[in-house]
């Protein structure tokens, strides 16, 4: 499985940007999610979203600022992200397949992972 992620660049603290990430093959059953990785800092949940979209999962960090979404029929998930913050700056990845009934904040319970988008936030 391919994902591929777009949508990163540079903005100004309070502006929103958007996400997308599509997988190669249609991920019937399975949730999709984002994590990111700040310059020197440990790779970070950001959000995952079960595949019906009925639950979805959220860091502390991102909570009312950012939602996840996604279009099974395009085989694609979103990340809505608005009031961004100069801390928001990471490379965001998008993740696919995560283990059946495991905790979506651990990276190593997801199967496969996209190569990174680049998000700059000025302040």
């Known amino acids: 499985v391919q994902l591929q992620a777009c949508g990163g660049g540079l903005v100004q603290a309070g502006d929103s940007l958007r996400l997308s990430c599509v997988a190669s093959r249609r991920a019937t059953g399975y949730s999709m999610g984002w994590f990111r990785q700040a310059p020197g800092q440990a790779r970070e949940f950001v959000g995952g979203?079960?595949?019906?979209?009925?639950?979805?999962w959220y860091a502390d960090s991102v909570q009312g600022r950012f939602t996840i979404s996604r279009d099974n029929a395009a085989n694609a998930v979103h990340l809505q992200m608005n009031s961004l913050k100069p801390e928001d700056t990471a490379v965001y990845y998008c993740?696919?397949?995560?283990?059946?009934?495991?905790?979506?904040?651990?990276?190593?319970?997801?199967?496969?992972w996209g190569q990174g988008t680049l998000l700059t936030v000025s302040s």
């Open positions: 979203i079960m595949y019906g979209g009925s639950k979805t």
């Open positions: 993740v696919d397949q995560l283990g059946r009934s495991t905790e979506p904040m651990d990276a190593s319970n997801w199967g496969y």
